[in-house]
Every structure is written in structure tokens, then in C-alpha cells.
């Protein structure tokens, strides 16, 4: 049988830290199927899925294991039309730690679906999406918080 994760987000944009996360995480799975939001009501400023969609594709082209996919509703459904059996979460701090521990432990009563957290590494701690849309909104670069398109194989 097929071991498939998952790992979901609005993804608005996808980080160096959310790059960690999948290359940490795709040496525990055959598939890994990243789920990006397509409904985010706390977000409603977001780009449309179909373009944070393509450049997540296109950062992983190369590698057969990982699928983009768009989702809408709960992440344990999506989880189950994807025969997951484990949703992956990146963590930076103990708030993060906390909330995540919350809904792991939701996610496991409600569905059966296991949670495995990945603390970011060191460097990346402080990277998030808010934070690289707010030095954008400034003018400021960047490109060192956004990972680079054809950086080869995985190392699988």
C-alpha cells in the first residue's frame, strides 16, 4: 500500500520554510500531495488558487512523488479523498506548536488522520508568508524567503 501525506496551506506565497517542510517530509512518503487553499475566509485577499498552485507545480516538476492539488473544506476530508493517512504541519514556535497540538488531536478524534509536526529549521524560524507579503507590499526584495524554480533532485 501506498503511503501518502499530506501538507496544506494557503501557501500565499510559498516560503523557503514551506520548501523545508516538503523535502524534510517527502523521504517519509511514496506520494506527498501538497493542498493548497482554495477558500480562506480569514484571508480574503489571497491570490487565486490556480496561481499559487502553478508555482508550487513548477518548483517540483521534476520530482513524480509530489502532487498540487486545490482543496476547500476541512483538511481530514481532503485527507481522506487523497488516502492520507497523515497530514504534515511545519511548526516555528510554541504558539505554532500549540495550535497545531489542538488540532492534531481534533484531527485524530474526528478521522483517525495522525498529525506529524516538523519544527523549522533554525535560519527559517522567522519566515512566513504574512511577513514576505508585508516586505513586498513595502518594495522590499524578497527572493531570499522564496525558494528557486529547477533546484534538482530531492535527494530521494
Given at each position: 500500500m501506498q503511503k501518502t501525506g499530506i501538507f496544506v496551506g494557503s501557501?500565499?506565497?510559498f516560503t523557503v520554510g514551506h520548501d523545508s517542510?516538503?523535502?524534510?517530509a517527502l523521504p517519509l512518503f511514496d506520494r506527498l500531495v501538497i493542498g493548497v487553499v482554495g477558500d480562506n475566509v480569514h484571508k480574503p485577499s489571497m491570490r487565486p488558487a490556480e496561481e499559487?498552485?502553478?508555482a508550487i507545480?513548477?518548483?517540483y516538476a521534476y520530482e513524480p512523488a509530489i502532487v498540487v492539488k486545490p482543496y476547500h473544506g476541512l483538511?481530514?476530508?481532503f485527507a481522506r479523498a487523497e488516502n492520507a493517512r497523515f497530514i504534515v504541519k511545519g511548526v516555528r514556535s510554541a504558539k505554532d506548536f500549540e495550535y497545531e497540538r489542538e488540532q492534531a488531536d481534533i484531527n485524530r478524534q474526528i478521522a483517525g488522520v495522525e498529525t506529524l509536526l516538523l519544527f523549522a529549521e533554525p535560519q527559517l524560524s522567522s519566515v512566513s508568508s504574512t511577513m514576505v507579503r508585508e516586505l513586498q507590499h513595502f518594495g522590499v526584495d524578497v527572493s531570499e524567503f522564496l525558494p528557486k524554480r529547477g533546484q534538482g533532485s530531492l535527494g530521494r
Amino acid at each position: 500500500m501506498q503511503k501518502t501525506g499530506i501538507f496544506v496551506g494557503s501557501f500565499d506565497p510559498f516560503t523557503v520554510g514551506h520548501d523545508s517542510i516538503v523535502r524534510r517530509a517527502l523521504p517519509l512518503f511514496d506520494r506527498l500531495v501538497i493542498g493548497v487553499v482554495g477558500d480562506n475566509v480569514h484571508k480574503p485577499s489571497m491570490r487565486p488558487a490556480e496561481e499559487r498552485m502553478k508555482a508550487i507545480s513548477e518548483l517540483y516538476a521534476y520530482e513524480p512523488a509530489i502532487v498540487v492539488k486545490p482543496y476547500h473544506g476541512l483538511a481530514v476530508d481532503f485527507a481522506r479523498a487523497e488516502n492520507a493517512r497523515f497530514i504534515v504541519k511545519g511548526v516555528r514556535s510554541a504558539k505554532d506548536f500549540e495550535y497545531e497540538r489542538e488540532q492534531a488531536d481534533i484531527n485524530r478524534q474526528i478521522a483517525g488522520v495522525e498529525t506529524l509536526l516538523l519544527f523549522a529549521e533554525p535560519q527559517l524560524s522567522s519566515v512566513s508568508s504574512t511577513m514576505v507579503r508585508e516586505l513586498q507590499h513595502f518594495g522590499v526584495d524578497v527572493s531570499e524567503f522564496l525558494p528557486k524554480r529547477g533546484q534538482g533532485s530531492l535527494g530521494r
